[in-house]
Structure formats: C-alpha cells, structure tokens
C-alpha cells in the first residue's frame, strides 16, 4: 500500500524521503508502526493528510538514526556538508547567503 516516495508535501521539503501510504489514520495511530507483508517494520506513521485518505511515514532507517543519535550524543545530529551559511549584512547578486568555512 505505499504510494509513493516523497521529499515535498504542501510546498514543504522533508528532510529525508518519506513514504507515503494509501491508508486512512484513525485518531492517535500516529507513531504506530508500518508493517511490511513478513511482519517487519519499515517505517513510522507521523501525519495523515487533510482529506483522510492517505498518510505519511518515516523510513525505519531514518527513525533508527535518530534513534543512535540520541543513543550516541543525546540528541539529534544533522548532516553536514562541510561549509557553514550565515546572513549577510547586504544582497549579493540577490541573495543573502554568505558561505564560510569550507
């Protein structure tokens, strides 16, 4: 029943790929698991849409490395791309991102 796998919903980007499933949530089945047809979990509901048709699910392996992280770290870790962006004090070239750091 996954429909699909998505980055953006609603004009918002996820920050991992989503799953997207042809399943109508019920009231307090957020954070239940997905199963596939062995019995294995592969992701974790989180949203359903306004219509009540479908819903969205995290990946289980993105759940399990937040899971980690917070084993590891006790928080979140966010993935780098090796450069730090800060606001500049003025447009360039109509933008106001300065990188630094690279």
């Not at 997207?20 to 997905?34: D, F, Y």
């Not at 047809?37 to 993105?62: M, R, T």
Request: proline fraction near 6%; hydrophobic fraction near 40%; charged fraction near 25%.
């Amino acid at each position: 029943m996954i429909a699909g796998f998505d980055r953006k919903c609603l004009g918002a980007y996820f920050p991992t790929k989503h799953l997207r499933v042809n399943l109508p949530p019920q009231r307090g089945e957020g954070g239940a698991p997905l199963l596939n047809l062995k019995g294995e979990v592969v992701g974790i509901l989180l949203y359903k849409l306004d219509n009540n048709s479908s819903c969205y699910a995290l990946p289980i392996e993105a759940a399990e490395k937040i899971r980690n992280d917070f084993v590891r770290f006790g928080e979140p870790r966010h993935g780098w791309i090796g450069a730090n962006v800060s606001e500049a004090s003025e447009a360039v070239e109509g933008s106001r991102a300065v990188t630094k750091d690279m």
